[in-house]
């Protein structure tokens, strides 16, 4: 139980386009999304946490402009990288919470994004 | 606030040998405490939790951790390494206040397995 998938698992595209990653909750209903960003040799850092149906709340210093995140139901949440530049480049990992289990998550596989 | 400090980056054991991986906590309220491992280009897989039940957690591929709040320690231990366990290990808190629902990551230690 509690499976979380990331798509795609990876994606190149070209520096001033938008790229579309969705997380899927697959055996739970996930009252709350989180969204990480990863980069190389370096620890996660959230970057927003998202309610079903409300807006998401973003950590100190990332643009919500740029990194649009939408929970539209209780088992998909998309981050949504728009006019992507190089140095948007990173490992981005969801994941998904139903505040069981002293608030446990439980993590997607990530999915690799490289701006040419 | 929370914090958690993960005291070292990297840890060299020989195969057979066995591990332990440091971790330090701060937290205002009771808290979860999770290690996760991440093998390179891969998703984060739960080795064990700590949500205030026994304090010695017993987790997959013979982890286990100890929850010592006198040290606000959480580490890490397995009696014999396997070089399948050469990975990065992530320390977290998280805490259970309603509304501080976070998780906080440590920086990391990568482990090194020697044959």
């Known amino acids: 139980g509690a499976v979380v998938s990331q798509h795609p698992s990876w994606v190149i595209c070209k520096s001033g386009t938008s790229v579309k990653i969705e997380c899927r909750s697959l055996?739970?209903?996930?009252?709350?999304m989180f969204w990480y960003r990863q980069f190389p040799k370096q620890s996660l850092m959230l970057m927003a946490t998202s309610n079903e149906g409300s807006k998401a709340t973003y950590e100190q210093g990332v643009e919500k402009d740029k990194f649009l995140i939408n929970h539209a139901s209780l088992t998909l949440s998309t981050l949504t990288v728009t006019s992507a530049h190089p140095e948007d480049s990173s490992f981005y990992i969801c994941?998904?919470?139903?505040?069981?289990?002293?608030?446990?998550?439980?993590f997607g596989p990530g999915t690799r994004l490289t701006v040419l | 606030a929370q914090s958690v400090t993960q005291l070292d980056s990297h840890v060299s054991v020989s195969e057979g040998t066995p591990v332990l991986l440091r971790c330090n906590y701060s937290?205002?309220?009771?808290?979860?405490l999770f290690w996760y491992v991440q093998h390179p280009n891969k998703g984060l897989q739960l080795l064990l939790k700590y949500t205030s039940a026994a304090t010695l957690v017993k987790g997959i591929n013979g982890f286990e951790a100890e929850f010592k709040k006198s040290e606000t320690s959480f580490h890490l231990t397995k009696p014999s390494a396997h070089m399948s366990d050469a990975a990065e290990y992530f320390c977290v808190v998280s805490d259970t206040k309603p509304g501080t629902y976070k998780y906080i990551f440590g920086t990391g230690t990568r482990l090194k397995v020697l044959a």
């Open positions: 055996d739970f209903q996930a009252t709350t």
């Open positions: 937290s205002s309220y009771s808290p979860s």
């Open positions: 994941s998904a919470s139903n505040y069981g289990a002293r608030n446990e998550q439980f």
